[in-house]
């Protein structure tokens, strides 16, 4: 089996070809087990994904080291990539922009890069920031905006490695980690909403949206530009009450948050399909259960940390359920009267 990271901004798998360059850089031997594990060895693929936010060109990221890190040993630090789809090899840092992975797109940034099995408690992804020309956001009107990150350092959860090879994903959800800073004109991206997923047992869902929810169904109908501020929210659970989905928000909104809020566990934007003009979401890795869907077609002012009180789902009827197996893709397409 394999292990891949993947980072979901939109969707985002960075993968590199570490092992047989020597890529890593371990405080223990790389090919060697600790202790009493035996010879039980893991190979890891690691991939980054993403999806939204909307209005951007580009969202770029300087990845300087990946380290791997475990309870009560020695963490694995990976400090140099090769990346053949970025035409790396042995790079010691690697630019990746984020809007170019959405979905189940992902990056590859390590491939087969032999472990030890057991318990990695996090990932630590160091990144680039300070100056424009390394980390940095575009934005609609071609203007650039640096990216900080708090210490310098992007956290996802850990993993559970077993013999064999694994795959697993990143996900930087970039509408909920993603936010701009009106007082330095910056953008600072968060661990919010930035998640680690087992390739294997993730499950995947998508789908089309009816382009009469936001050009022809009231009040969506009224909006000056129907292909602006359309998203579809995921809430984890069935039975929610209407009333209760909530917008993105964190427990920093300078907003008042209603008891009841939802927020969602993930956010898809839309993209046309330049052949058959159809619009298509799609989430990329996320864990089987069940979840609600919901349209809305007002959501160009969802703020990432403020609850914004907008009205999920708009049109009123834009509300699904669907259950999702553990590695299989599930599709549920969004229309006036229909149901997944």
């Known amino acids: 089996m394999k292990y891949a990271l993947r980072i979901l901004l939109p969707s985002l798998t960075l993968l590199a070809f570490l092992l047989p360059l020597g890529g890593c850089s ?17 190979q890891l693929t690691l991939g980054f994904s993403d999806s939204l936010p909307e209005d951007l060109k580009q969202v770029v990221i300087e990845v300087n080291t990946i380290t791997l890190r475990r309870s009560g040993l020695e963490d694995v630090v990976i400090d140099t990539f ?12 690697f630019k990746v922009d984020l809007l170019e992975y959405r979905g189940i797109k992902q990056l590859l940034v390590i491939e087969d890069l032999e472990l030890v099995t ?32 708090s210490g310098g350092v992007l956290s996802a959860p850990g993993m559970v490695l077993s013999s064999g090879q694994q795959a697993f994903t990143v996900e ?43 050009n022809t169904v009231s009040p969506c109908s009224a909006k000056t530009d129907p ?3 359309n998203r579809v929210y995921l809430y984890k659970g069935l039975n929610l009450l209407k009333e209760n989905l909530a917008d993105v928000f964190t427990t920093q909104s300078q907003t008042s948050i209603p ?10 934007s839309m993209a046309e399909d330049s052949l058959t003009g159809i619009w298509n979401y799609a989430f990329g890795y996320i864990p089987a259960g069940s ?24 049109p009123t ?23 997944c």
Do not use: H, M, W
């Open 82 to 93: 090769t990346i053949p789809e970025l035409n790396l090899v042995n790079a010691t840092t």
């Open 227 to 229: 292909e602006k501020g």
């Open 118 to 149: 057991g318990t990695y408690s996090g990932i630590s992804i160091a990144i680039l920031t300070g100056d424009v020309n390394k980390s940095y956001v575009q934005e609609d009107d071609d203007s650039l905006k640096e990216i900080s990150v």
């Open 317 to 339: 009827g834009q509300k699904y359920e669907v259950t999702l197996s553990e590695g299989e893709l599930t599709t549920c397409n969004l229309a006036e009267g229909a149901s």
């Open 259 to 268: 008891a009841n809020a939802i927020a969602p566990f993930a956010v898809a």
């Open 26 to 42: 371990c405080g223990f031997d790389c090919n060697n087990d600790d202790s009493d594990n035996g010879n039980n060895l893991a």
């Open 291 to 314: 979840y609600t869907i919901a349209f809305a077609c007002n959501t160009e002012a969802d703020d990432a940390v403020d609850y914004n009180g907008l009205t999920i789902p708009l």
């Open 172 to 214: 930087f959800g970039l509408a909920l980690a993603l936010q701009y800073q009106e007082s330095t004109d910056t953008y600072l991206l968060t661990n919010t909403g930035v998640r680690t997923e087992d390739n294997q047992s993730a499950a995947r869902l998508s789908g089309t949206v009816d382009d009469s929810l936001f």
